[in-house]
């Protein structure tokens, strides 16, 4: 069963129905207004489309729950988090290799953050 | 110079403790070599030939005195005594264990850096004009826009899972001592109607593909720099090929689709993120700025220079060779040569760092840059005080007259430290350091930039050598092949092949070839190699390389 990853820790998933983005997703295709929960695909955690399309869907206005699903690292959650994610969904064997602990410690993300120096 | 805000030392700390913590959770198994890879890497830490290898970012070449201490502690401490200058402006150690590295890295945080995205799919480095706040040709002053993208691209959340390196560099002099158009992005700050802005030019770059970068843009004001920075690297994330790593880079992802498509692409993308700059990055270019006030330059006669230069003949070569013009009255930009004859080209041992970081802090207002070209430079002395500087240099080794001249060559690591080399690039360069240093000829032959690298990937950067040399593996053994005619400064310029490669046993003798052809052909000794190469074209080279052999093979 797929475990949720948020601030507080892991989650149950909810029966909330997403609509599945592939990390090679066209950004031209990208509609806020499409679906109220998006689920981006992180095939690998090197594959770091998924960041971007998370930005660029919050900048054209999606204020809807966006979450990451697949390949994501503990030490990736306050990136995932800054790009405009929610959360994280990860499956069993991840969740076994790197325990709550390991994301809750990243769980700081809005500290040390450059970008938010920078855009003030 | 730039001295970190507590923001800035708080970042590196963390950033420190998170990497402590990830070596700990690699060696009890919670991260796989896999996954544990990216985060080393992002962290300056390679796996090499024979050790890890640590590589330490200077950002844009510059260094405090203290700091060049700090690096040659490092050397002594960890490593084996010295370390290598590269030519993105960093320093490399060959040595380390794994276990040591957080140690090394809390030593770099106590003197203001870090290794923080010298390696890693990530936006590396940010290098810049070596001259850069003393040359007598500058603009404007890189420095403060270089460390303005340090800022915006330490830890970008968009942009550390890149789909390859993505490399950055900074001029704002009229001539180019960054080699910007061989750059991801290469920047040319200028001023526009009284507006500081940007020239930017992208998908430069050397490697197994060179290309050199366009312009995407003619005038980006600095306001809008940091947005469209962004909206450049943005497009590339999701466009840029994942399938082959060796297509990855922007300038095959610029190739395929063409400079046009990607401006629009870059404009559409930049109109979506400029609002989210309201500002503040303006108020804090001010403040890095002003950390980059001129040091107080003293007015004082230059007659102890005028002296030595007259009586003493040592002195005057050096002089000749490693002065460059400074801005300030009285001033000279000196160049400290890490390239003596026989020694490995960027290689300086923890006493040479100590010397130099000692006549920084005495004669140099404190500064020291590292170049491309893997020399030391001394950005802000006063020519009163050169004779005492050459004696220094002198007694530890490091007042070889040779900057620009043909024992002044850039090399890659090559095959005696590399896990990527094909062939070896410092012995090559050692031993025609010395051969043109027995004939003595190489004051005469002037002005030939020597380039190697021990594999197509071009660290040494051969495509932009007047003469390059690039180390094949053929079958087992060691292939060098010949380049001329490259250009690594404002004219860049690709050099073209000159036909089959050498052995490691011919190469040193074919490059004698090369300079014996240009001393009989060139009009005079004002016509550089490259101007004569440019003149005459390959066929005078050729034929002192292949004699009639190029003939007899061109006849059958």
């Given amino acids: 069963m797929p475990i949720i990853v948020r601030d507080d820790g892991f989650h149950a998933p909810d029966a909330a129905p997403f609509l599945d983005l592939p990390s090679d997703t066209d950004p031209a295709t990208l509609d806020p207004g499409t679906a109220a929960h998006i689920r981006v695909a992180f095939p690998s955690s090197a594959d770091g489309r998924g960041f971007t399309l998370a930005r660029i869907l919050r900048l054209k206005g999606f204020t809807g729950t966006l979450r990451a699903a697949g390949h994501v690292l503990a030490d990736q959650y306050a990136m995932a988090r800054r790009a405009g994610f929610d959360e994280v969904e990860i499956d069993d064997a991840l969740a076994a290799r790197q325990p709550e602990p390991q994301w809750l410690a990243r769980a700081d993300w809005r500290a040390h953050d450059y970008q938010s120096r920078l855009r003030g | ?556």
């Fill in chain 2, 1 to 556: 110079m730039y001295s970190y805000t507590d923001f800035d030392a708080a970042f590196v700390a963390e950033r420190n403790r998170q990497f402590r913590a990830q070596v700990a959770r690699r060696i009890d198994g919670s991260l796989t070599e896999d996954e544990f890879k990216p985060f080393r890497l992002m962290n300056g830490v390679y796996l090499q030939l024979h050790a890890y290898m640590l590589r330490v970012a200077i950002p844009y070449g510059t260094l405090r005195a203290e700091q060049m201490e700090m690096l040659a502690h490092l050397a002594e401490t960890w490593d084996k005594g010295y370390g290598h200058f590269t030519t993105r402006q960093n320093i490399q150690y060959n040595w380390p264990t794994l276990g040591d590295i957080p140690e090394m890295l809390d030593a770099l945080a106590s003197v203001e850096m870090h290794a923080i995205q010298t390696s890693g799919n990530t936006i590396r480095n940010v290098t810049a004009d070596h001259f850069a706040g003393a040359a007598a040709d500058e603009i404007a002053d890189p420095r403060p826009v270089a460390e303005l993208i340090r800022q915006w691209s330490t830890d970008h959340p968009e942009f550390q899972a890149l789909p390859r390196k993505f490399k950055v560099a900074v001029t704002g002099a009229q001539a180019d001592r960054a080699v910007i158009r061989a750059h991801d992005i290469g920047l040319r700050l200028h001023e526009q109607n009284g507006d500081l802005g940007a020239e930017v030019i992208v998908g430069g770059g050397l490697g197994r593909t060179p290309m050199i970068g366009k312009t995407i843009a003619d005038h980006v004001s600095l306001d809008d720099l940091p947005a469209y920075l962004e909206a450049v690297v943005s497009v590339w994330n999701l466009l840029g090929r994942r399938d082959n790593k060796y297509k990855a880079r922007i300038k095959i992802t610029v190739h395929e689709h063409g400079i046009d498509e990607i401006r629009a692409r870059v404009e559409d993308r930049f109109a979506l993120i400029r609002p989210t700059f309201t500002g503040a990055h303006m108020d804090l270019y001010e403040e890095i700025r002003a950390q980059f006030a001129p040091p107080g330059f003293r007015n004082a006669p230059t007659d102890a220079f005028d002296t030595a230069y007259a009586a003493d003949p040592v002195f005057r070569a050096w002089a000749d060779t490693n002065l460059s013009a400074h801005k300030a009255p009285g001033y000279a930009i000196a160049q400290i040569s890490l390239k003596a004859h026989g020694a490995t080209p960027g290689d300086a041992s923890a006493e040479q760092m100590r010397v130099m970081a000692r006549i920084a802090r005495a004669y140099g207002h404190d500064e020291l840059r590292i170049s491309h070209e893997q020399n030391v430079v001394l950005p802000h002395v006063h020519k009163s005080d050169l004779p005492e500087i050459h004696a220094i240099l002198k007694a530890h080794g490091l007042a070889t007259a040779n900057i620009g001249l043909i024992s002044d060559i850039i090399a890659c690591p090559g095959m005696d430290y590399c896990a990527l080399a094909t062939a070896r690039s410092i012995p090559i360069a050692q031993q025609i350091a010395t051969r043109f240093d027995e004939l003595k000829l190489e004051h005469d032959v002037g002005d030939l930039k020597i380039k190697i690298s021990g594999c197509i990937n071009a660290c040494g950067h051969h495509h932009v050598g007047h003469i390059g040399i690039l180390g094949l593996d053929r079958a087992g053994v060691e292939n060098y092949q010949v380049t001329l005619g490259g250009d690594h400064t404002e004219t860049l310029a690709l050099g073209d092949r000159t036909g089959p490669g050498f052995s490691a046993e011919e190469i040193v003798p074919a490059i004698e070839r090369i300079v014996t052809a240009y001393l009989n052909h060139r009009e005079n000794a004002e016509e550089s190699f490259l101007q004569a190469y440019r003149r005459l074209g390959m066929e005078p080279f050729k034929q002192a390389l292949y004699g009639d052999a190029a003939k007899r093979s061109q006849a059958a």
